[in-house]
């Protein structure tokens, strides 16, 4: 209401940079796989509708989510593009409701600001034709600033369990142990703890390697030395809160 819009449509995919919490936030909805596709739309007056790309997921979607309207274009892609029949489900969705001349509140930025999958312009171009369209970007960001004391709540139990991680992970480091050791025992404490798998991230170096600040490796057989540097740059998600810290 505040920015005169007549409904907001959020997109969202599962990779991290591609504002994948945004299904969460609002549909509880965990992406299956890294090309799921989701829209959720919520418009002023009326109920939510929540758009999805893997039709098997409906059922879970609906079971989960405090949306009704679930729909998916199609059961599996196949050799259908994954974007098959997404822009005319949206367009449904948005006759359905009556604001499909708008305005029309969309954001399809990532957890960067600045990314979205190229073929999304069309998908959404066709879905909203020549309404009156605004970024509603800024508008989600500022849903964020403000914390609840369950947001609250759920940080500190995250940071919780990255820091009983890491702690698991340099208990078990040592003289002659290989990397990998310390990430598997942190792999193994904070998915018990209920994180999602996969990490966020996990990078580790020892020796010579913990004096890049990064490297493509998570993890080697390289076994410590005596007066080794022993470097871990971890990131883990639970319930959709992040930590991510960096310990030498």
């Known amino acids: 209401a505040e920015s005169r819009l007549a409904v907001l449509v959020v997109y969202s995919n599962a990779m991290a940079f591609g504002a994948r919490e945004w299904a969460r936030y609002f549909a509880n909805y965990v992406h299956p796989y890294w090309n799921s596709e989701t829209f959720t739309v919520i418009p002023l007056d009326g109920e939510p509708a929540f758009l999805i790309n893997y039709g098997f997921m409906t059922d879970l979607a609906r079971e989960g989510s405090p949306i009704d309207d679930v729909r998916s274009p199609l059961e599996r892609f196949g050799a259908a593009s994954r974007y098959a029949g997404l822009g005319e489900s949206l367009a449904e969705i948005l006759r359905d409701r009556g604001v499909e001349r708008g305005p029309i509140g969309i954001s399809y930025a990532g957890g960067q600001g600045d990314w979205s999958p190229h073929p999304l312009r069309e998908v959404i171009g066709g879905a909203v034709g020549d309404?009156?369209?605004?970024?509603?970007?800024?508008?989600?960001?500022?849903?964020?600033?403000?914390?609840?004391?369950?947001?609250?709540?759920?940080?500190?139990?995250?940071?919780?369990i990255m820091s009983a991680g890491l702690e698991a992970a340099f208990e078990v480091a040592g003289v002659?142990?290989?990397?990998?050791?310390?990430?598997?025992?942190?792999?193994?404490?904070?998915?018990?703890?209920?994180?999602?798998?996969?990490?966020?991230?996990?990078?580790?170096?020892?020796?010579?390697?913990?004096?890049?600040?990064?490297?493509?490796?998570?993890?080697?057989?390289?076994?410590?030395?005596?007066?080794?540097?022993?470097?871990?740059?971890?990131?883990?998600?639970?319930?959709?809160?992040?930590?991510?810290?960096?310990?030498?």
């Open 131 to 160: 309404a009156d369209v605004h970024d509603a970007h800024e508008l989600l960001v500022r849903l964020t600033l403000k914390k609840t004391s369950y947001d609250l709540e759920m940080i500190r139990r995250t940071s919780e």
């Open 176 to 248: 002659g142990v290989p990397e990998y050791e310390p990430y598997l025992s942190f792999q193994r404490s904070v998915i018990e703890a209920g994180c999602d798998s996969p990490l966020f991230h996990y990078v580790c170096g020892s020796g010579p390697s913990a004096h890049v600040a990064l490297r493509p490796l998570a993890a080697t057989g390289r076994r410590f030395e005596s007066g080794d540097l022993f470097m871990i740059d971890a990131g883990i998600c639970y319930q959709g809160y992040y930590a991510d810290v960096t310990r030498t």
